[in-house]
């Protein structure tokens, strides 16, 4: 795996003689005139779109899925750069034996002018999520007022990490 660690999120939650629960996951920064394409909640959160690769799929496979899952937007394969890895180190809250490793893959995609159907988990729809365009600094201070869950700590991060990327790379 040749992507750049952007940061660890570690809760030290764990021992080191724990069995090792390892989710690979990939996330979508799609952004078109200043604007990213985001999940919105009906809280008013944001979500970058993405989620776990299925056993089989290529990296590509699986971030033009579930950013059609997610927000109906479809991927240019071509267009995808690597951008950097967040990893989430703690214990698993499903199963407190384990030990979960999450490492979330970020890409920078363009989409098409296509809008397709989504395809939501339930705990998506009851959430209210559904495709926002917003400006990075909306999507960080609305996400730091709101912060009540992991995914939106290691949203926020990446997105900072990303502010500062962006002006170095141009």
Same mark, same amino acid.
């Given at each position: 795996?040749? @992507?750049?660690?952007?940061?660890?999120?570690?809760?030290?939650?764990?021992?080191?003689?724990?069995?090792?629960?390892?989710?690979?996951?990939?996330?979508?920064?799609?952004?078109?005139?200043?604007?990213?394409? @985001?999940?919105?909640?009906?809280?008013?959160?944001?979500?970058?779109?993405?989620?776990? @690769? *299925?056993?089989?799929?290529?990296?590509?496979?699986?971030?033009?899925?579930?950013?059609?899952?997610?927000?109906?937007?479809?991927?240019?394969?071509?267009?995808?750069?690597?951008?950097?890895?967040?990893?989430?180190?703690?214990?698993?809250?499903?199963?407190?034996?384990?030990?979960?490793?999450?490492?979330? @893959?970020?890409?920078?995609?363009?989409?098409?002018?296509?809008?397709?159907?989504?395809?939501?988990?339930?705990?998506?729809?009851?959430?209210?999520?559904?495709?926002?365009?917003?400006?990075? *600094?909306?999507?960080?201070?609305?996400?730091?007022?709101?912060?009540?869950?992991?995914?939106?700590?290691?949203?926020?991060?990446?997105?900072?990490?990303?502010?500062?990327?962006?002006?170095?790379?141009?």
């Amino acid at each position: 795996n040749l @992507m750049q660690t952007i940061l660890i999120l570690d809760e030290k939650n764990y021992t080191e003689d724990m069995p090792v629960f390892e989710r690979f996951v990939v996330r979508a920064l799609i952004e078109k005139d200043g604007l990213f394409a @985001m999940q919105q909640g009906k809280r008013g959160e944001y979500k970058i779109p993405g989620g776990g @690769m *299925d056993r089989g799929e290529s990296i590509a496979e699986a971030l033009a899925r579930e950013v059609v899952e997610e927000t109906g937007l479809v991927v240019i394969p071509e267009s995808m750069k690597t951008l950097g890895e967040i990893l989430e180190i703690r214990r698993d809250i499903f199963d407190e034996k384990l030990k979960y490793i999450a490492h979330s @893959m970020h890409f920078a995609c363009e989409v098409t002018d296509e809008i397709l159907e989504t395809a939501m988990t339930e705990s998506e729809k009851e959430k209210g999520f559904h495709l926002a365009w917003a400006d990075i *600094d909306t999507i960080i201070e609305t996400n730091e007022r709101l912060m009540t869950e992991k995914w939106q700590l290691r949203d926020v991060e990446f997105l900072k990490w990303y502010r500062v990327y962006r002006k170095g790379a141009k």
